[in-house]
């Protein structure tokens, strides 16, 4: 039997890639803090995560590691919260970041052709920040009934960069501007990403109703499975269709996945029905907590800026 030991605890100096003075965070008031807080872009993050898992390394190291088979549920509520934290946390974002990138330091293994992989490589690392760019961009008819303008695109783009840094990706040879990502993606998809077994994992799981065992004890698992089988059908219906919806051909095509007429007109009648949905209910049944309170938090902000300059706080009539 083989002893794998574990990996030595690196010291942050070797482990994190930006000091937090080269931090910048997500302003309260951009597309990308309006845009991620919201539960209907959930399934674009599943996109995402598709797309990421489909890098060999990615695939590889999650296959071994993850826990998304035994505890799907509770692996999709951590990873959302560390999204959350990414923008809406304030400093807190920073110090996620930090712990992410320490986490995943342990995260090292041997592939099927025995080359030594880590969850750190920093391609491959890279690469689950930069799948959050075409994604988002795909959706956007989806999720705001328009294309992103060219002003929202590197607005966009501006802050997935942004995010890189702050959850410590080494920011060498990751595109600097949107024309340089063109040709990045492009050699990815090409060159780089397949039909990883673990991205088709994740695609069956979309077409199946959750399973709770790892997140309820175990008198309740029969019943509480039971009432996830009939509850998750609409919601499996959107996730799935949104998934693979933003995924573009190629990608489709990689992970041999079809993708008809049809499916899209429903798909853009579901978003159709949900962005009016979105303009009717408030913003607190719309958005996960900490992206609601942040976004009113910086509400209350710019009504006490603009009160401050509607008058004086006190009458001086002249010099004394």
Request: charged share 20%; with cysteine.
């Amino acid at each position: 039997m083989t002893v794998t030991q574990p990996s030595p605890v690196l010291p942050d100096e070797a482990v994190l890639s930006h000091g937090d003075d080269e931090i910048e965070l997500i302003p309260p008031d951009s597309l990308t803090a309006e845009l991620t807080g919201r539960y209907t872009f959930l399934p674009v993050n599943g996109a995402a995560f598709v797309m990421q898992v489909m890098h060999p390394v990615i695939g590889d190291i999650v296959g071994k590691y993850s826990v998304f088979q035994t505890d799907p549920l509770g692996r999709a509520v951590r990873s959302i919260d560390s999204v959350l934290r990414w923008v809406y946390g304030g400093t807190e974002a920073i110090e996620e970041g930090k712990r992410l990138r320490r986490m995943h330091q342990p995260l090292q293994m041997r592939n099927a052709d025995g080359r030594h992989i880590s969850a750190l490589n920093p391609e491959a690392y890279q690469w689950v920040i930069a799948t959050a760019f075409p994604t988002s961009c795909s959706a956007a008819p989806l999720i705001l009934g328009r294309e992103f303008t060219p002003a929202e695109r590197a607005e966009v783009f501006r802050d997935n960069r942004r995010i890189a840094k702050i959850v410590q990706v080494p920011m060498k040879g990751y595109p600097e501007t949107i024309e340089e990502f063109g040709p990045y993606y492009d050699d990815m998809v090409e060159n780089t990403l397949i039909a990883h077994p673990v991205a088709l994992t994740l695609v069956d799981q979309m077409q199946s109703a959750p399973r709770l065992d790892g997140s309820v004890p175990p008198a309740l698992r029969r019943a509480a499975n039971a009432v996830a089988r009939a509850a998750s059908v609409p919601v499996q219906k959107l996730n799935y269709l949104t998934t693979v919806g933003v995924m573009e051909p190629r990608i489709r095509e990689i992970l041999g996945l079809s993708w008809s007429n049809a499916e899209q007109r429903e798909l853009e009648r579901i978003h159709s029905v949900i962005r009016v949905t979105y303009r009717v209910l408030p913003e607190r049944l719309t958005y996960f907590p900490l992206a609601y309170h942040a976004r009113r938090h910086h509400a209350a902000i710019q009504a006490m800026k603009k009160r401050e300059g509607a008058g004086a706080a006190y009458h001086v009539s002249g010099p004394h």
